[in-house]
């Protein structure tokens, strides 16, 4: 290496160190690709460089082992030569300079500024790149293998295990976070759909069903005037039958059925009976996304939540579960409303039966969803006890105050949304 002409070295330095920012793009490029679109490109466009970069993915460590292997070679064999120049220009003080100058030179041109750009075009690189990838890999192959058994070997020493290789597992929150913020090609209803889809795992029954108190059915065991006005008055289209409590069900009634019983000398209590399909029921604790599942495979679109001890515990509905992934579509909006009333000083006052997921979609608000599900049990666990009137409270930052109390239960809470985000500024 000393007897080299001193320009002929030049140029060997310079290729070195070329050599250094290829492996350093690449190995920044490879490592970023996006792993979801890259199998996308392979599998549906028949893209020959994407088939070969997923090919070299497929085994990182070995990828990583001959970039490393060609960087690391490509570096020392530029410093030993960039010594050897500057000796013989310099002299001895010539070994101190080339490595002070040849470090800001590997570090900015042979690190820093392949990578960044590797990093901003990772796609468009990483397919340029992978093809003289893929003829090192084999020419460095005995290498590369004989250096990963190596650090393999070492990992088992100090009690580490070899590193699983094979598909990216992603977690539902990951998963919800890809949607949200890496689809800006998705309409914005799309992606609303594709994010109640994925929250549909993580939720369940207990969540969205009607309470037991407050499922409209027929108690057979009122007198036949108060059933026909029930019947008339009814805006469901199915009604459970039962008598004296929901827990003593006896069928499940379809409105349609009715028209059928005029025609005949049906129309009584009995032919409610015989017209009433077999009750569907729903362990208490489904998630949402199996009942989806349960509702088509058992071609059914209602049934009753039933608790480890085979209390009802509320009804859902096929309906229910299809408005947490598309939103409200039904025109009946009034009994929300209801629910909400705006006051002129920037205030809600809210019925304490109302579902804490539905106030939270309606009004934009962040209300804890975990525990109880309604405005009235979430108030109760906070405090432990059924409060009286003019108890004031912050559930999540959010101001309360109970205004009325029947039952043992909230009826009505003023919340005041305004004073939550003073306090989150201040």
């Given at each position: 290496m000393q007897h080299l002409p001193i320009i002929l070295?030049?140029?060997?330095?310079?290729?070195l160190l070329c050599c250094s920012a290829f492996f350093s793009a690449s190995e920044t490029a490879m490592?970023?690709?996006?792993?979801y679109r890259l199998r996308h490109l392979a599998k549906s466009r028949k893209n020959k460089s994407a088939q070969r970069a997923e090919r070299l993915l497929k085994r990182p460590d070995r990828l990583l082992g001959t970039i490393l292997i060609g960087n690391t070679f490509s570096n020392i064999l530029a410093s030993a030569l960039a010594t050897v120049?500057?000796?013989?220009v310099m002299g001895e003080v010539g070994a101190i300079?080339?490595?002070?100058?040849?470090?800001?030179?590997?570090?900015?041109?042979g690190e820093i500024m392949p990578k960044t750009i590797a990093a901003h075009y990772p796609e468009r690189l990483a397919f340029i790149l992978c093809w003289p990838l893929g003829w090192i890999f084999v020419l460095l192959y005995p290498f590369v293998i004989l250096t990963n058994a190596v650090v393999n070997g070492l990992l088992y020493l100090v009690g580490m295990k070899k590193p699983a290789l094979g598909a990216e597992h992603v977690t539902i929150e990951e998963l919800r976070t890809i949607v949200s913020e890496h689809s800006k090609?998705?309409?914005?209803?799309?992606?609303?759909?594709?994010?109640?889809?994925?929250?549909?795992?993580?939720?369940?029954?207990?969540?969205?069903?009607?309470p037991r108190n407050e499922i409209a059915g027929i108690d057979l065991t009122e007198d036949?005037?108060?059933?026909?006005?029930?019947?008339?008055?009814?805006?469901?289209?199915?009604l459970p039958l039962f008598k004296d409590t929901i827990d003593d069900v006896t069928g499940m009634l379809h409105m349609r059925d009715l028209v059928s019983l005029f025609n005949k000398s049906d129309f009584n209590k009995e032919g409610l009976i015989g017209a009433a399909e077999e009750s569907y029921f729903i362990p208490a604790g489904t998630s949402l996304m199996t009942q989806l599942m349960n509702f088509q495979s058992n071609k059914k679109r209602i049934g009753l939540v039933v608790d480890e001890y085979g209390d009802i515990q509320g009804l859902v509905t096929l309906e229910d579960i299809l408005e947490e992934v598309i939103g409200k579509y039904t025109t009946d909006t009034g009994s929300e409303n209801k629910l909400i009333h705006p006051q002129e000083d920037g205030s809600f006052v809210i019925d304490g039966g109302m579902a804490i997921r539905e106030l939270n979609r309606m009004m934009s608000w962040e209300l804890p969803t975990e525990g109880a599900k309604t405005l009235n049990g979430a108030v109760v666990e906070y405090l432990e006890i059924i409060p009286h009137p003019g108890t004031c409270l912050r559930l999540n930052g959010y101001p309360l105050e109970v205004l009325a109390v029947k039952d043992n239960k909230i009826e009505t809470v003023k919340i005041i949304p305004g004073l939550r985000q003073i306090e989150l500024h201040d």
């Open positions: 070295s030049i140029i060997i330095l310079v290729l490592m970023t690709l996006n792993r120049v500057a000796v013989q300079v080339s490595a002070i100058l040849l470090t800001l030179v590997v570090l900015i041109f090609s998705i309409p914005t209803q799309s992606k609303n759909f594709l994010l109640g889809l994925i929250d549909l795992k993580g939720m369940t029954v207990d969540e969205i069903m009607v036949w005037v108060n059933i026909s006005m029930q019947l008339a008055r009814s805006q469901h289209t199915r």
